[in-house]
C-alpha cells in the first residue's frame, strides 16, 4: 500500500520559516518525480516545486522560487520543502505527491498524494 505522509505545517509568522516533510512508503519511487502543491481556501490546486526522486533535479514556481528548497533523503524515503521568508499569501494546504507527468504543474496527472499539512503564515 503507496502512502505518502506530509508533517511539519503549522502557523508562523511572516518572514519566518517551514520545514515540510514527505514520507513515502509502500514501492519503490526510482523514476517518479515528486513534488509539492498547496491550496489556499476557494482556490485551485497550485504547483509549488518538483524534484526527480534519484536525479534531484528540481523545479520551482516562480512565487517561491529564491525562498523555498526542495530536497529528498532516498535513505529515508523523504521528501522535504524548506520555506524561508514565508509570506502569508503562501497560506495554504500543502500537499506532496508522486507521479511521472508529462506536465509537472498538473495536478491531475500524479498518481499518488498525501493528506495535505496546514500552513498558516500571519502578518
Known amino acids: 500500500q503507496v502512502q505518502l505522509v506530509e508533517s511539519g505545517g503549522g502557523l508562523v509568522q511572516a518572514g519566518g520559516s517551514l520545514r515540510l516533510s514527505c514520507a513515502a512508503s509502500g514501492r519503490t519511487f526510482s523514476g517518479y518525480r515528486m513534488v509539492w502543491f498547496r491550496q489556499a481556501p476557494g482556490k485551485e490546486r497550485e504547483f509549488v516545486a518538483a524534484i526527480t526522486w534519484s536525479g534531484g533535479i528540481t523545479s520551482y514556481a516562480d512565487s517561491v522560487k529564491g525562498r523555498f528548497t526542495i530536497s529528498r533523503d532516498n535513505a529515508q524515503n523523504t521528501m522535504y520543502l524548506d520555506m524561508n521568508s514565508l509570506k502569508p499569501e503562501d497560506t495554504a494546504v500543502y500537499y506532496c505527491?508522486?507521479?511521472?507527468?508529462?506536465?509537472?504543474?498538473?495536478?491531475?496527472?500524479?498518481?499518488?498524494w498525501g493528506q495535505g499539512t496546514q500552513v498558516t503564515v500571519s502578518s
Open positions: 505527491a508522486a507521479g511521472k507527468p508529462l506536465r509537472i504543474d498538473a495536478a491531475l496527472l500524479y498518481d499518488y
